[in-house]
């Protein structure tokens, strides 16, 4: 071996001898000199990782009025299957126990933990036997610290900050159907969305539906966690440490809840009234929208009470929610309920006339009835107005006019694609103006639930036919030449379902046959008529504010497109409507409404609807020259316009404005200041 | 100096005075020139001490989960029985094999262990985030880094040895045979050709990724280049490359997040309880709280309870800190010092060179290993994924380190004197 190597082995010598030197004094500091401390640390360091829940953020009206405010309280819950498995008399002395302690009546708290089961009358527990039983909220401290310090006494009762959802109805305003409501988490959901599981109280709670569901990030904020200590057996000596958790943003919708209230007020009204007079309509709605294109009013009919969600839904609660019997409750009609818009409809239809060249100006015959290929089309049971202006009949609502203008259009459309059976046809020169002002399309409004509508393009024919000539409604099987009118028609559908026939074409334009819209859509339609040709995507959000009061976001209205009417088409056409009111359909409705005041223009709808009662529709905006709100009800088996859905707008103009001995909601129709923004705060 | 007549004293009695004193053969064998002086017995009774130790630890560490879990409290103990047993075989036919038989073996001991390795890549199974071991019928996985750093020693202790010593004039045969006396000064070129043979090595176990074991290997590398005898500027110069990259891995975020907050969250280690300071804090307070004698065998509530991670293989010194105490960790200490000691001794009466560097290979890799292992439990060594040595569980290091023990039994013994 050379020396040098010899030399460095010594080297290595030395380095060896000092590592195990260090370990060594190291050690002895640890384990001799230290250790007192140590040991104490052994006892103290076992830690745990608590998460704590965040609290859901609120939703509030216009104004920053809560409609859903979420907030953690002491609850105390008693887990009957423990009482019941831990004790030998049923838990009766842990409760006789407990029940002084929350100020409640022996009675009283069996009645809350008692099972809903056969032949248990109201009140009873409706959730599950495993969950526990919330018997007491709001507790103070140290009733909570009482029942937590004494284990052994209350068996199987805790007591726990629990989120808890208070829905306050302001002015009684109930938009049940749009703020949605709050179910626990599915497995699924939670792989899908990358929820991470704070683990409380076994479920986290997320928007199933309406604002809830579409703002749901949002409002949900950030779990925390805290760091305890533990002994050995795992019982928490203290807090280590952690960060809070972080409360969800609050939602500030541009729902009024005084207009909101006087739209479902309203609603009620004409529906009772409506029922009284013996039709069987069991659903509605009314929409109020701003022309910058947010929603200050939805209301639907049925309504519901939202905290049936809280705390387990019992089977007969569900039932009414929906049952079809009852109307659907949860459903929200005024963004899902599909119904003719009838006459309404009839501004797209002058504006589809005008685009394709007809005259604005110009005169058109008004008979009594009108016949294409020996098939008579009546003018509603009206008499002949003779030639009159696309003013007139507007007003008059004269059906024969629009007939004529749709089946001229109909003779100058693509009259060979009219034949045929073929998925990729042209859209009809009509249909496509339709279609332009926001109808048979989902107007993306911030809900999750949306329908469609429907307009009668040849492609959309088409897959109806394909749909029901030989499966769906089966119409070459059930339909009959010589049976019942139901039979017949479906006959005639197995034959020529597919043919865009101008009877159909006539029919479409006065908003009826196949034509159907969600009030959304008409309100969305009647808002781009009032300002200017705009057509939004509707907000009901108007801001997402911090819990500390902060802007986070502001919402706008997208502007979807300007409409293909040009503004003097428009000012023509409201202009016309209102004349509508003083002088025509509507007159009758609104008459002693004091116009000189708020200037309302509308339109009446009657959709005439096979085989039950007609649609009853009004659509209008106010002031007429200044449109700064539109307002739309919409009532299925109801009658005429101007007898059901009339006075219910009337009702809801007369609560924005003051009018008619009412209180104004928006006195001079101007909008609140978004709350966040420094003008207005998020309410507690 | 005066030349004095041979001693006038009584000089013993004169042969055949008494009758010749009876031996039994073991007497013979341990007597000066017998055939069990060629064995470093204190080497193999502190291995054979370390082996028991390290089996009772294992045993200690997995119990009371085991028992808590409800599953057979010795599942371990029997493992790890077999793993010692199996490894002290492994040693004692290591250490009758000639080394100069093993270092004619070299390339394809290394081109084994680089296959192993390449395997675990393909086929290799994660566990914590490292993809480092291979599974084998039966449920039995090999860990293919472990037996990387014999390949590594080897090869480099090789490559290393070629050079013949020039004073004594041309070799008379070819490298390997006694005509070759290859105990020269390597050259650089030697030191770059081992460099160069170990960097897959590394570069593969890197890749797993087991920053521990890469870090052994390249110590131990570079603690084989310098014990070779080259000269002290280039042994500076490495000096100078490894600080040099040291740098450049700090500056230029070469390190992955994990392994930069492993290597510098024992600096801070309250900092971040949660967090990855967490394992050097428990294991510190593991130890510490064990005091001078401990808290008895089986008796660690902190070891015992999970509250420190991989108890029975990484951490497993602090079981030995809690239970066993100052005077059980040290012993530990200390006796793995002796095996370094003895492995140093076995390099320094080394017949030739790659003798001589595989010993001081094996030395170098116990030493930073026993270091950095028992370091980070004790909060002077960042944390990364080492076994200890003969205590840790695991098969593959066991063998590895009982082969080991083997080479320097086995250098030991094939020295001249007693061939």
Redo the contacts between chains.
Sequence with gaps: ??P???R??FG??A???A??V???G???Y???L??T???A??QV???R?IVVPAVRGGITDDTGTPFVRNETEMVVSVNMMDLSQQTTDNGAAVLAKLAPLLHLSDKTLAEKVRLCTKGVPQPCWTGSPYQPVPVAENVSDATALQIMEEPKVFIGVTASLQPVTDYPMPDGANPAQVLGYLQPITQSEMAADHIPETGFAGDDLVGQAGLEAQYNTELTGKPGNQ?VSVN?AGDVLNT??GTPAQTGDTLVTSINAKVQAIAQQALNTAISRSKASGNSVNQGAAVVESTSGRIVAMASYPNYNPSVWTNGISQSEFNYLFGTASGDPVMNWASQGQYAPGSTFKITSTAAAVANGFSLNGTYNCPASYSIGGQSFANDGEPSLGPISFRTALIQSCDTVYYEVAYQMWQTDDNKANFQLNPHAPIQKMQQAELDWGFGNYTGIDLPEESPGTIPTRQWLYNYYEDNAHKGQNWCKNGKANGSYVQQIEYDDCQSGYVWGPGQAVIAAIGQGYVTSTPLQLTNAYTALADGGKLYSPRIGEALVSASGKLVQEINPPVIRKVDASSQTLAYIRSALAGVVTQGTAAGAFGGFPLNQVCVAGKTGTAQVEGGKSTSVFASFAPCNNPQFVVIVMLPNSGYGASAAAPAVRAIWDGIYGLEGHKAALPGGKLPPVPGTGKATVKR | MSVGLPSRGWAGPRAGTFAPRHQTRLGRAFAKGGVARSWDWLLFAVTCALAVLGTVLVWAATEPALRQAGLDPHTYLKKAILWAVLGFVLMLVTACMDYRRIRRWTPYIYGFSLLLLLAVLAVGQSVNGAKAWISLPGGFQVEPSEFAKLGLILSAAWLLSRQPRLAGGRPTGPPGTPGHDS???PRLRDAAFAALAAAPLIALVEREPALGVMLVLVFTLA?IV????IRLYWVLGLVAAVAGAIFAIAKLHLLKGYQLTRLTSFLHPAQD??GSGYNG??A?????????HGEGLFHG??TG?N?VPSVQTDFIFTVA?EEL??VG??AI??L??IV??RA?RA??I?DD?FG?LVA?GV??WF?FQ??VN??MT???MPITGLPLPFISYGGSAIFADMIAVGLVQSVRRHHKLFT
């Design positions: 071996m050379i040098r190597s010899r460095r082995l290595l010598y380095l060896t001898l590592a195990v260090v370990l060594g190291r050690l002895w640890l384990q001799v230290d250790t401390q140590y040991k640390l052994a360091n076992q830690t990782q760091i050995a280590v440490g | 105990s020269g000064r603690g310098v014990v070779s005898g309880v949660a804090l428990q510190k307070i593991a130890v510490g709280s064990g005091g001078l509530t902190f309870g509250f800190g105490g100052f960790a040290a200490v200390a793995l010092g370094v000691f140093i390099a320094q080394a060179m001589m001081s030395a170098i030493i026993t270091f028992v370091g004790i909060g002077i």
